[in-house]
């Protein structure tokens, strides 16, 4: 239902329903239309399968990377332990 305004030249309002129908819209394409959009498709398909490939391949160099900078990590740490054992038993006076 739609709502219609009707305004008379003396200024009053007269609002009136109204039904209003929506026919669906029945779209064709054409085989060529059609053939055009899977091979749209499928290239989307080959970009997303190639980005995954591309991460994956990357995993090995981060999974080598955090090992790395974890390995630096407990390094540093030994080292901070060493010279605060040092510190103790020779402080500075």
Known sequence: MVDTKIISADGATITTKS????????????AQQIQANIINIERAIARMEAQ???AQDGIP???????YYEDMLLDVEIEIEKKEALEKLAPNE
Do not use: F, G, M, N
Request: charge should be positive; proline fraction near 5%; hydrophobic fraction near 45%.
């Open 61 to 67: 160099k981060l999974q080598a990377a955090k090992t």
């Open 19 to 30: 039904v209003v129908e929506v026919t669906p819209k029945t779209v064709t394409l054409s």
């Open 52 to 54: 995954i490939a591309q």
